[in-house]
């Protein structure tokens, strides 16, 4: 099997050269390894050229872009480097991958020829306090739209795809600013078994809020009304789950808040007549939150903007 790996990058030259060191350090290399940078504002180009000087084993390459978004810098990656590759790992250059991962995600899809993809455990990680949570993804394979709906879609750099099944799914869609992950992995589970795979999590590192979007680093924070994207994707993959799914009170629960939480944002950002449609989108999950009620009949009292 041969195995892609695609970094997208943006102002994140300390990160993603640890990020680098992790890939370098797999029991088993990938065969390429694309690094593409969204059109960086600092010295990550510079920094990334000199780690792959410095590291001629790993047969990777940096890719520049003008800076169009995570979707399109993926889909770049993949364009790019594609070409005869099994299998594909989209990995964000903030995290970390045990020395294992794609050794053992390439198994399980070997063992499973039917399966479209392989997912790791994850460890969320936050540096400045040493806070670590781990998440056990052992729940997704059984029904990955209701999982997506539940836990969101931030578990792109812990699994292994099938190349062919992510270029059947139409790739990362580019129409959409952030969310666009959790609608891609809705279409992918159409087409085939979903395997987790035990063992080291991938540890996602997660930077102070307030130092993360000084420059933009985490590419949604870009999005001021990130939330109503949120929330117009979980709901596409909603209407997009085959029929049959079981969604359940739980699901539906989800997506209420993802809504609730996108009106609160649109309210914020003085988008009134966008923060009633969200409401309004809450409530016909769960039609008896008070407070959502309460947060539409406050939108009615600002202006009309969109």
Request: charged share 20%; net charge positive; glycine share 6%.
């Amino acid at each position: 099997m041969r195995i892609l790996v695609v970094i997208p990058v943006y102002n994140r030259p300390e990160l993603v050269v640890l990020t680098l060191d992790a890939v370098a350090a797999q029991d088993r290399l990938p065969d390429a390894v694309a690094v593409v940078d969204d059109g960086s504002t600092d010295d990550t180009p510079e920094r990334v050229e000199a780690w792959m000087a410095a590291n001629p084993a790993l047969p990777a390459r940096l890719i520049r872009t003008a800076n169009q978004g995570a979707s399109a810098a993926r889909n770049a990656g993949l364009a790019e480097l594609g070409a005869g590759m099994d299998a594909v790992a989209f990995l964000d250059s903030d995290d970390l991958w045990p020395a294992d991962f794609l050794a053992r995600t390439e198994a399980a899809l070997a063992a499973h020829p039917d399966a479209v993809a392989a997912s790791t455990d994850r460890e969320r990680y936050r540096p400045h306090d040493d806070w670590r949570k781990h998440d056990c993804l052992a729940g997704l394979p059984a029904n990955p739209w209701q999982w997506l709906l539940l836990h969101g879609a931030g578990i792109g750099s812990c699994t292994l795809f099938r190349t062919a099944a992510v270029t059947a799914a139409g790739n990362y869609p580019v129409d959409i600013p952030t969310g666009h992950d959790l609608v891609l992995f809705g279409r992918i589970a159409r087409l085939g078994p979903w395997l987790h795979q035990p063992g080291a999590p991938v540890v996602f590192r997660r930077p102070r809020r307030r130092l993360a979007s000084h420059d933009g680093s985490h590419l949604y924070q870009r999005h001021p009304d990130y939330l109503i994207w949120w929330a117009e994707a979980a709901q596409l993959t909603w209407r997009e789950a085959p029929a049959g799914v079981h969604i359940g009170l739980s699901g539906r629960a989800a997506l209420a808040r993802r809504w609730h939480a996108a009106a609160e944002n649109a309210r914020h950002l003085g988008r009134h007549e966008t923060a009633r449609r969200c409401a309004v989108q809450a409530l016909r999950k769960r039609p008896w939150q008070a407070r959502t009620w309460w947060l539409l009949l406050r939108s009615w009292g600002g202006r009309a903007a969109r």
